[in-house]
């Protein structure tokens, strides 16, 4: 059961008085605390439960305030409190009102594994982190951070967790998590960064995720993703989505050999060349949804044994080269949703794999002899597409199960007389559906 503390203030001056904060029940599961502009004390909270602290129109938290809680999880988050017909309303903050911390604001707290503080302006002088011994996960929402808070970091020997969202960061300086020795997930979601410095990873040796949704990151040299990139030998997960210009350049994934799971979508890339991902042989997962793609290099994909890769919304232009996605494994391909596509090549797909290749939703008019050749894949999926011809041999020595189209599809009256092999089995989806 979650508890949920509501605590109102108006007067700095309780920090230097040390008035004890009056609590009543509201309910079983809620606990209204109100005194004056300074949190000072927080009690009677049945012992190993979430809590889950609002502040309401206060500045600050005073020394000890928590010495009376035996908790694991604190969540404390800045509200303005209005008054209505006696009732209140309560505005959650858009913009982040300052809350100050004391060095001793949490002593006591000493079995808490995770605290996450939401839309307050951090003020503190001294380090108020450092009686937080435990402390697995922490987590920062829009708290005005124009950097990263490394000096907080400083004591957190078994953190596994850090979130820093919604804050004005532009850049992230070189060494900003090194003393997180034993971190396992990073999140930096929607700060506007802008800069990672090389060597602004070092030393996250235990990192397996990294989330940088959401940022303006440019990235203009794919040798500067690469010395972004290190410091991190047993990452699995890495997000670089809805950014700025990301530049892949052979090599660039070389220091994270583990990657299992690569999110580029949203990002702009100038060109995909050969050698970008030909050192990850645990590659599973490689999304460009929403990317904007000015050209990939013949084989770009060579090698790779994926279970999914997927172009969703993307913009790589008109034309699929050909052997544009050659010697690909990939169990699921999609290219859904690319409407400025309206030529794919002959051998495009050549040695490609897998059970499913979905092309839904493009410009192709024709699909061109070769087209399918040497592809070996157990469905294909031809659908949303303005589709008037398919040429002989478009199927030539291509492996094909089942042909799924549109029940509106010129394909279905003409397959005899455009070539299309018995053997694959044509079946259709309601176009509208």
């Known amino acids: 059961m979650k508890w949920i503390l509501v605590i109102s ?5 309780v920090l230097s008085q040390g008035e004890s904060i009056i609590c009543e029940h509201e309910n079983p599961e809620r606990l209204i605390c109100e ?9 009677n909270i049945e012992p190993n ?12 938290i005073a020394p000890d305030a928590f010495k009376n809680l035996d908790v694991r999880e604190l969540i404390i988050t800045k509200v303005r409190l209005y008054s209505y017909e006696a009732r209140y309303i309560i505005h959650q903050i858009t913009t982040a009102d300052p809350l100050t911390l004391q060095a001793d604001s949490f002593n006591s707290l000493h079995n808490i594994i995770s605290l996450e503080v939401f839309d307050t302006k951090l003020i503190y002088e001294a380090n108020p982190l450092i009686p937080l011994k435990k ?26 967790s850090l979130r820093i969202l919604k804050n004005p960061i532009t850049g992230v300086h070189t060494n900003a998590f090194e003393a997180l020795k034993h971190l396992k997930t990073l999140e930096l979601v929607d700060n506007d960064i802008q800069i990672l410095q090389p060597g602004c990873f070092n030393g996250l040796d235990e990192l397996t995720h990294l989330n940088l949704l959401k940022n303006n990151i440019v990235l203009q040299q794919g040798s500067d993703l690469a010395q972004v990139l290190q410091g991190m030998p047993n990452l699995l997960n890495l997000v670089i989505a809805i950014n700025g210009n990301v530049r892949l350049e052979p090599g660039t994934f070389d220091g994270i050999p583990k990657l299992e799971v690569l999110d580029l979508s949203g990002s702009s890339i100038s060109h995909i060349p050969k050698n970008v991902f030909n050192r990850l042989s645990l590659l599973k997962s490689v999304m460009f949804n929403r990317c904007r793609i000015g050209s990939i290099e013949q084989g770009a994909f060579s090698g790779l044994n994926l279970t999914e890769m997927i172009f969703d919304s993307a913009d790589f232009g008109k034309t699929i080269d050909s052997y544009t996605f050659s010697d690909l494994n990939v169990t699921r391909f999609g290219l859904v949703s690319n409407y400025q596509m309206s030529e794919i090549k002959p051998s495009a797909f050549s040695g490609l794999r897998g059970d499913i290749l979905a092309i839904m939703g493009s410009e192709l008019t024709k699909i061109v002899a070769g087209t399918f050749t040497g592809m070996h894949v157990k469905e294909l999926a031809v659908r949303w597409s303005p589709i008037v011809e398919v040429e002989q041999d478009a199927f030539k020595d291509a492996y094909v199960e089942t042909l799924y189209v549109d029940d509106n599809s010129t394909i279905v009256l003409n397959r005899y007389r455009w070539g299309i092999p018995e053997s694959i089995s044509i079946k259709t989806i309601c176009y509208a559906c």
Do not use: H
């Open 9 to 13: 203030a108006i007067i700095f001056s």
């Open 35 to 43: 005194n004056l502009d300074i949190t000072t004390t927080i009690e």
């Open 49 to 60: 439960k979430q809590v889950n602290v609002t502040i309401i129109n206060g500045t600050g």
């Open 135 to 160: 402390l697995q996960n922490l987590a920062f929402r829009n708290n005005n951070f124009t950097e990263v808070p490394t000096d907080l970091f400083s004591t957190l020997n078994d953190l596994q």
